[in-house]
């Protein structure tokens, strides 16, 4: 594993201070609620879609998806489908009745249209599920870039949260705007340069059309999973139905994003910013995916570890099961010298069929890898040690610091950085104001607009604190893309069960939702630790349509049976 020169410090450090100093001194000084929380809402389309898309885009989508890519293909994309029919939704029942109400948080329109209490409990849902990401979000990047750099993990978790505090804290919601603005240009711009750098770095042969058919063969191109398969995560059914009601709790109730698109000047900018989220957004995902497909080509020709963890690598090479480790990395490199034998063949030949035989060494090689792991998980049992045996989120990385020039590291690791500092910042942002407005102002007395804003960045400060010690005692999950979904498919088919009756069902009352939340949330709860432990066969993206018809469900016959009994108790009377 190649160290960071000079070159490449000088770009990470320079990109990333340019980020936060523009952000702080541009943005400072806000005196008023409207302005900390809203960004005076000033915010134009384009600045509300790059900065939604920011907020979803954390570091955790540039380091698992194209290590998703590289094990799985491309149907992860498949997770995404929902978004453009959510987008739409969503500008036409949500932003005009926020905008219309004025409200600052979400939340807020609950007590209106049910009680203190309904809007409490969503909040605190809001606030547990949050906070428990807003740390992940830095974890994320920090265990990898720690392991592949040997730099300190507690250290990296402290460093990214402070930097991400500092401005949040000083600049409120603008600061978190403008600064989201930029990092989506470093992200976009980074991305690009490794895509080309990886074609470039194909044999001479290899064009991109040959690439991709590489690829297809191989089985990573097949985008579309029409089966209704339940054992199968990403299939276009549960990416339209489950994707799709993730997408409206997510874009539509969680304040995280809904703080991005109240900062629009009208109603226009934000439909506009948002619309322009669900049209960039897929073929974004596509594209980060199509870079993971891209690495997977390239170490068709050219030397990859058993392992893409080194910490891994390393445990199980100081083991009493070294040996049979590295009789598997001497067999994964016969396969690579058996892949680049057939592939010679087939530019001579022109004989499509050597792909199978391609495709049976690729087969052999992956269960290589799992043999692989199971030495390392071994290994770490017997060693009393803890590491990660499951490597894709390893893949991308590794192959940046490996590959790519001097200099663009430093880029593309600023572009990791940049998307764990966006996503936290907006995360922070909405834990404190949702913390301030439907908590703090609340349940206090009058405040003004001074002592408001001071206790917007106090528990801004205290949120960012928080997410620093989520970092520093979160473990690595199976795929950290998977993570941060799983956590908010718990909560947020039950937040926006509760909205869809806050809007369409006219005749629910808040005591009737305020049980039926409380109901849901323990079946969700119980529903995903079955399917984990008893492999019941729930996928989570599931959870977020089950939620949502659960709460409505139990809402609606608890009223129901409560107009009953009260028709009952009448008639007797």
């Not at 034998?341 to 087939?346: D, I, K, L, R």
Request: hydrophobic share 50%; proline share 2%; glycine share 6%.
């Amino acid at each position: 594993m190649r160290a960071l020169n000079w070159i490449d410090w000088t770009v990470l450090i320079i990109t990333l201070l340019a980020i936060v100093v523009y952000g702080t001194l541009h943005t400072r000084g806000s005196r008023n609620v409207q302005d900390y929380l809203k960004g005076g809402k000033t915010s134009k389309w384009w600045t509300i879609g790059l900065s939604v898309m920011a907020t979803q885009a954390s570091a955790i989508t540039f380091l698992s998806t194209p290590g998703q890519a590289f094990n799985d293909g491309m149907g992860f994309v498949q997770f995404y489908f929902g978004l453009p029919i959510a987008m739409i939704v969503i500008c036409m029942v949500f932003i005009p009745l926020y905008d219309r109400l004025n409200v600052y948080t979400a939340y807020e329109f609950l007590e209106n249209r049910f009680d203190l209490k309904t809007r409490t409990l969503t909040a605190i849902l809001f606030l547990v599920q949050r906070g428990l990401a807003a740390g992940i979000t830095i974890f994320a990047p920090a265990i990898i870039l720690s392991v592949v750099l040997g730099w300190n993990l507690l250290l990296l978790n402290i460093i990214i949260g402070v930097t991400v505090i500092i401005y949040t804290v000083s600049g409120g919601t603008k600061a978190v705007n403008v600064t989201q603005k930029h990092q989506m240009i470093v992200i976009f711009l980074g991305m690009l340069v490794a895509f080309f750098i990886i074609i470039s770095e194909l044999p001479a042969d290899i064009t991109f059309s040959k690439a991709l058919e590489i690829a297809g063969a191989n089985g990573k191109m097949n985008v579309l999973d029409f089966s209704f398969d339940l054992e199968n995560r990403y299939t276009f059914w549960s990416g339209i139905i489950g994707g799709t009601f993730l997408m409206l709790s997510y874009f539509g109730t969680d304040q995280s994003q809904v703080q991005r698109y109240l900062t629009g000047k009208s109603i226009k900018e934000m439909q506009w910013g948002l619309m322009f989220n669900g049209l960039l957004k897929v073929p974004m995902q596509f594209f980060i995916l199509l870079v993971g497909i891209m690495v997977f080509v390239f170490y068709q020709f050219n030397k990859s570890p058993l392992n893409f963890n080194p910490t891994a690598t390393e445990v199980v090479l100081n083991s009493e099961f070294a040996e049979e480790y590295q009789i598997l990395q001497k067999r994964n490199d016969q396969a690579l010298s058996a892949k680049k034998a057939a592939y010679s063949m087939y530019n001579l030949s022109g004989d499509e069929s050597i792909f199978y035989d391609i495709k049976q060494i690729n087969e052999a090689e992956t269960d290589l890898r799992n043999e692989a792991k199971v030495l390392i998980d071994k290994a770490a049992e017997k060693q009393n040690i803890k590491v990660e045996s499951n490597d894709k989120d390893y893949v991308f990385i590794h192959f940046i610091l490996n590959n790519l020039p001097r200099g663009l590291i430093g880029l593309l690791l600023a572009v990791i950085l940049s998307a764990a500092m966006s996503s936290t910042s907006s995360e922070l942002n909405a834990l404190g104001s949702t913390t301030t407005i439907d908590l703090y102002k609340r349940n206090t007395t009058e405040k003004t607009e001074e002592e408001m804003v001071n206790a917007s960045k106090w528990f801004t400060f205290g949120w960012g604190i928080m997410a620093i010690i989520v970092a520093c005692i979160a473990n690595l999950a199976e795929n950290l893309i998977q993570l941060v979904n799983i956590i908010g498919s718990i909560f947020y088919g039950n937040v926006l069960g509760i909205f869809l009756l806050a809007f369409f069902f006219k005749f629910v009352k808040g005591q009737a939702v305020f049980i039926a939340a409380i109901i849901t949330q323990i079946i969700v709860l119980a529903l995903y630790f079955l399917d984990l432990y008893d492999h019941i066969n729930l996928p989570f993206l599931w959870l977020n349509f089950v939620g949502c018809a659960i709460v409505i469900t139990i809402a609606c016959l608890l009223q129901l049976t409560t107009k009953n009994d009260t028709k009952t108790t009448t008639e007797k009377d």
